[in-house]
């Protein structure tokens, strides 16, 4: 468990310090090109690029930061976004219950109905390309699962003896919900947003590896992809380091997630501990 | 079929373009006037070999007075279904391209035509609405003929579907949108060769390094628009070999200049200097392009050699230009590109984008699906686009489809200086007449730079060694024209 987190821990620690430095750390402006200099093989230590050039001359590296960056906000925007729709909802849906709970939980079905990708495409294509839309579209069924647990736990919640004794205070729905269930749902909120995370910096780079992500300009691991998937077999550096980036991060988050559910999610606990 | 199945030779061309519909008057393409002229047979087509139009359907033609042409058909071609070919199909085609609301994208063919009437049974009279001494340019190789009976007794969708006969040398065999094309050889055609393919597959592959691998692999023999960092690859091969041909397709940045900043002349001529065409050529392109230096190129029709370059690669010029048309601060401006429709249509955009910025031309860089972008460019929607016009041996019908006023409204371009040059070209019936007038056309197109005309490529096909292929510039292809090596 510890291993997992450390491991998982370092990967979103280094993610986090890579974005943050980008502008300090990187060599070269990412977007800056030098036409003469296109499609340069990786040279680890004489040359000008640590890690190539793509097809039109730009340093890979510098694109590889920057697109970290962006595949950390992009997938922190989204997790807290879909967090607080989704934990919101479904803590208003359970705590109310009847036709509130009703109205939310089709909603939800309704939602739930469309594959992510496919909704996320539909949204851009209609929308339009942007960093902004992006996030929308990664929202639209990212807070599905938030809103699910969240209703189940305070469907619980709501009958225990802090929830009645506050409310027999005279505390108001607001007051409960945000004082004594909110703080409740954090947990499992937290183990499903690493997942979320995870599954939003895939997603981000389906979608820019289709042409549907942010404008071209942006540099990202997906769109990187995509560029380099045209010269796989000439230069293979163009696809291998995005491709790297994107499996190395997803696994590192995925092993954080792994890790802080183990210790967060107490019938996991139980079980792990021969307790049922 | 003549062939036994296992002598059956079978060619599958991978292309980069769509297969948009079964209507052979539904989409203007270079590649489906081709095929649609391989399966329906056309009135007439260049020949590159002898340098001018050649009878297919039609044995020949005459041009009775400025604004009457006469055609006469060939006697004896058939159908595929077995009934004869007559006049009365050449009209019915004609209608179905000027008046079928779903044949609007091929009604550039036949807009400067007023009338078809069937003489008799194998001669047909054209009148046009204006003298058109360029008519040829707007009907050979463009023009489908389809059977009038088929589409009386079925309808226009169920003929296109499942009962497409035509009279050229292949029949329709499959058809699936966005994704192939059969055809079989059409025994007893006069259109075919000894050794052409029995059985043609057309297969939509966008991805160069996907057709590519696909030729080398054998899964196809002939592969389109090779982009030059993979020509190393076919160049190694011992089953395939490169073949080149001089495209006479034009590559230009449309400007559309009922939005702004493009209504202003400057800011247009200040892209046109922003771009360093040159150094594209040479590092995105390998060289496998020439440069443009007004609408048309060499060994296109009215070329005129002493065309001095416009628009050299000058960045201070451009940024005074702005400065002069009101912009002294830059100006922000969207640019919209195919992607894989085009040799290297996304890398030359995105190297573009550099470029304007450097001069003040803050530039956006989108890339729309292929069929968005041309259903917007069509609807004149796009305010800047990197596009490229094929077909252009003859640049009249093109220049006048882009460029003159009301004609499309893909750029929305208008000049009484250059229309009126441009009604004058199609009048003037004396050659030497129309060649000086559309060269003064050019060059007030060129001034006026509505468009910055880029370049033609030098296109590269991958053909299998066992497969004899000489690719036409226009692009049409014509598989009729390949044959297999035993």
């Known amino acids: 468990m510890k291993v997992k987190i450390c491991l998982g821990g370092a990967v979103v620690a280094l993610l986090i310090s890579v974005g943050v430095l980008a502008p300090v750390i990187t060599p070269y402006d990412p977007n800056q090109q030098d036409l003469l200099a296109a499609l340069q093989a990786p040279d680890y230590f004489a040359g000008k690029f640590f890690l190539g050039t793509d097809h039109v001359g730009r340093d890979i590296l510098s694109r590889i930061i920057y697109g970290a960056r962006i595949s950390l906000v992009i997938a922190s925007t989204v997790v807290l976004v879909s967090g607080i729709v989704g934990v919101g909802f479904g803590a208003i849906s359970g705590y109310f219950g009847g036709r509130t709970d009703f109205a939310i939980q089709k909603a939800v079905e309704v939602v739930w109905a469309f594959p992510p990708l496919l909704l996320a495409i539909a949204i851009l294509a209609f929308m339009g390309q942007g960093l902004g839309i992006l996030i929308i579209a990664l929202v639209a069924q990212r807070w599905i699962p938030y809103c699910r647990v969240a209703r189940g736990q305070t469907l619980s919640l709501r009958a225990r003896d802090f929830v009645t004794a506050a409310r027999s205070l005279g505390a108001s729905h607001g007051r409960i919900i945000g004082r004594h269930i909110l703080p409740n749902l954090l947990q499992a909120a937290i183990v499903i947003g690493t997942f979320a995370m995870a599954s939003a910096i895939i997603s981000e780079a389906s979608l820019s590896f289709l042409g549907l992500g942010v404008p071209p300009e942006i540099p990202t691991w997906g769109s990187m992809l995509a560029d380099g998937r045209e010269h796989i077999s000439t230069s293979w550096w163009l696809a291998l380091f995005p491709g790297l980036c994107i499996f190395m991060t997803v696994l590192g988050i995925n092993l954080l997630g792994d890790g802080l559910r183990d210790i967060l999610d107490p019938r996991l606990k139980r079980a792990s501990s021969g307790v049922t | ?486």
């Not at chain 2, 041009?63 to 042409?69: F, G």
């Not at chain 2, 470029?355 to 956006?364: F, N, R, S």
């Not at chain 2, 509505?450 to 030098?458: D, E, G, N, R």
């Open chain 2, 1 to 486: 079929m003549g062939a036994t199945a296992s002598a059956e030779t079978r060619l599958t061309l991978g292309i980069t373009s769509n297969l948009s519909t079964v209507n052979p008057y539904g989409d203007s393409a270079s590649h489906l006037y081709g095929l649609w002229g391989e399966v329906y047979g056309n009135l007439c087509r260049y020949s590159f070999e002898k340098g001018g139009y050649v009878g297919h359907l039609a044995e020949k033609w005459e041009v009775k007075d400025e604004n009457t042409w006469i055609f006469h058909l060939k006697k004896g071609m058939k159908f595929h279904n077995g009934t004869e070919l007559t006049a009365k199909d050449v009209v019915h085609s004609f209608f179905r391209m000027s008046k079928d609301p779903e044949s609007s994208q091929k009604q550039n063919s036949s807009r400067k035509i007023k009338s078809v009437e069937a003489v008799d049974d194998y001669t047909v009279r054209m009148i046009s609405h204006k003298p058109t001494s360029s008519l040829l340019s707007y009907i050979c190789g463009l023009w489908a003929i389809s059977s009038k009976d088929v589409y009386d007794k079925y309808g226009a969708k169920e003929a296109d579907k499942n009962h497409p006969y035509g009279a050229g040398p292949y029949r329709l065999k499959e058809f699936v949108i966005g994704n192939r094309l059969v055809l079989e050889k059409a025994e007893g055609s006069p259109f075919l060769r000894p050794g052409s393919p029995d059985i043609v597959i057309v297969r939509k592959m966008t991805e160069s390094e996907q057709r590519v691998t696909a030729l080398l692999n054998g899964e196809i023999q002939i592969a389109q628009f090779i982009p030059p960092h993979l020509l190393t690859r076919i160049e190694k091969s011992k089953s395939a070999r490169l073949v080149p041909t001089s495209s006479v397709e034009i590559m230009f940045l449309a400007m559309n200049p009922a939005m702004k900043p493009w209504d202003n002349q400057k800011v247009r001529q200040a892209v046109c200097h922003a771009i360093n065409r040159e150094g594209i050529v040479k590092a995105l392109l390998k060289g496998q392009a020439q440069l443009l230096q007004g609408p048309i190129g060499p060994g296109q029709y009215a070329y005129n050699p002493d065309h001095k370059p416009v628009y050299d690669y000058n960045p201070e010029k451009a940024k005074k230009l702005l400065a002069e048309a009101g912009y002294p601060d830059g100006v922000e401006v969207d640019l919209y590109t195919p992607v894989a429709r085009y040799v290297n249509d996304k890398q030359i955009t995105q190297a573009m984008v550099p470029m304007l910025g450097a001069v003040g031309i803050k530039t956006k860089l989108h890339t729309p699906e292929w069929v968005t972008q041309w259903a917007n460019v069509r609807k004149g929607k796009v305010p800047f686009f990197y596009q490229g016009r094929g077909s252009v041996i003859d640049p009249g019908p093109a220049l006048s489809q882009y460029f003159e006023t009301g004609v499309s409204p893909r750029i929305n371009f208008s000049s009484a200086e250059y229309d009126k040059l441009m009604q004058a070209e199609r009048a003037a019936f004396d050659e030497q007449k129309r060649i000086a007038t559309l060269r003064q056309a050019m060059s007030v197109l060129t001034e006026e730079a509505p468009a910055c005309f880029m370049w033609t490529h030098t296109l590269q096909y991958g053909v299998a060694n066992k497969v004899d292929y000489q690719p036409r510039p226009d692009g049409r292809p014509y598989m009729s024209e390949a044959t297999m090596k035993n």
